[in-house]
């Protein structure tokens, strides 16, 4: 149980341009879903918090007309890189938490985005 | 000062010895720990929760030090898949921040045989 997907793996895409990524809880509901981005040898980053049929929570310095994200339902978020350029370029993870309320995130398995 | 602070390691482990290492952290309303492993290039896993009695999952066992603030991860009888960075996570109530993590650094772990 408790099985996040991502969608794509990978991509590569050209500057100026934009990529969506999926994340979907595959087995249960999850009210609440956050994205974070990874660069090499680093720490997770939480760029936002996004909660179903309700505005996302971005952190600070996470620039959300850049960085679109939607819950539309319990099992599905999206995140939109909007004109992507090279710096964008890093390692997106979702994670989803159970409606029925324990504490855990399940993580996707990562989409890696090359902006060239 | 971080918030939760860890030994990037890395701790080389003999195959079969035993390796222990901790993580603090600084939000004394933290109510949630977790320790999850990450392997290079993938996401992390969730390894464990950590309870405050102290809790034992086959060769692993994570400690909870409220007073101290530390969390600690112990490995028994290493082996060469437990290879890999151990990410100490720790949450907030989530009526204020609906649970968000904040990690650590992690810890890199490479057992050698």
């Known amino acids: 149980g408790a099985v996040v997907s991502q969608h794509p793996s990978w991509v590569i895409c050209k500057s100026g341009t934009s990529v969506k990524i999926e994340c979907r809880s595959l087995?249960?509901?999850?009210?609440?879903m956050f994205w974070y981005r990874q660069f090499p040898k680093q720490s997770l980053m939480l760029m936002a918090t996004?909660?179903?049929?309700?505005?996302?929570?971005?952190e600070q310095g996470v620039e959300k007309d850049k960085f679109l994200i939607n819950h539309a339902s319990l099992t599905l978020s999206t995140l939109t890189v909007t004109s992507a350029h090279p710096e964008d370029s890093s390692f997106y993870i979702c994670?989803?938490?159970?409606?029925?309320?324990?504490?855990?995130?399940?993580f996707g398995p990562g989409t890696r985005l090359t902006v060239t | 000062r971080k918030e939760v602070e860890q030994d990037p390691g890395p701790f080389n482990v003999p195959e079969g010895a035993t390796v222990a290492f901790n993580c603090t952290y600084s939000?004394?309303?933290?109510?949630?720990f977790f320790w999850y492993r990450q392997d290079c290039r993938k996401e992390p896993k969730l390894l464990m929760s950590?309870?405050?009695s102290g809790n034992e999952d086959g060769r692993f066992t994570a400690q909870l030090n409220r007073a101290s603030q530390y969390i600690s991860l112990l490995i028994r009888d290493s082996k060469l898949s437990d290879s890999a960075t151990y990410l100490c996570?720790?949450?907030?109530?989530?009526?204020?921040?609906?649970?968000?993590?904040?990690f650590g650094a992690g810890t890199q772990v490479v057992v050698t045989p």
């Open positions: 994670s989803a938490r159970d409606t029925l309320g324990a504490a855990e995130q399940y």
């Open positions: 087995d249960f509901q999850a009210t609440t």
């Open positions: 996004s909660n179903e049929g309700s505005k996302a929570t971005y």
């Open positions: 939000n004394s309303a933290s109510q949630s």
């Open positions: 950590v309870y405050s």
């Open positions: 996570v720790v949450s907030l109530d989530e009526t204020d921040s609906w649970g968000k993590f904040q």
